[in-house]
């Protein structure tokens, strides 16, 4: 059974940085596309990041230039590095990951202060 833990959410001031962990378990092979959504109260869920397998990356508009997201396939773990973060930032963020389906993990609050 394919399980996704996130780490590394929490509160930050505005302009600070975080950086989240996605670890997969309970699969012998890689994800083609592992990869961060996020969803503020009252919102749709929106494509944070993905990147898939062979290193090809996808970002939503309202993050590009400020996070960047990396993965390890060997370990089957994605990060989000996220830089210069915003009030607006603020949201729960779901790692998401594919393979013949798609995975969500629990989610982890990421809160950022003016």
């Known amino acids: 059974q394919v399980q996704l833990v996130e780490s590394g959410g929490g509160l930050v001031q505005a302009g600070g940085s975080l950086r989240l962990s996605c670890a997969a378990s309970g699969s012998m092979f890689s994800f083609n596309v592992m990869g961060w959504y996020r969803q503020a109260p009252g919102e749709q869920r929106e494509l944070v990041a993905t990147?898939?397998?062979?290193?090809?990356?996808n970002y939503g508009d309202s993050v590009k230039g400020r996070f960047t997201i990396s993965r390890d396939n060997a370990k089957n773990t994605v990060y989000l590095q996220m830089n210069s973060l915003k009030p607006e930032d603020t949201a729960d963020y779901y790692c998401?990951?594919?393979?013949?389906?798609?995975?969500w993990g629990q989610g982890t609050q990421v809160t950022v202060s003016s």
């Open positions: 990147i898939t397998s062979s290193g090809m990356t």
């Open positions: 998401y990951a594919w393979r013949l389906r798609g995975y």
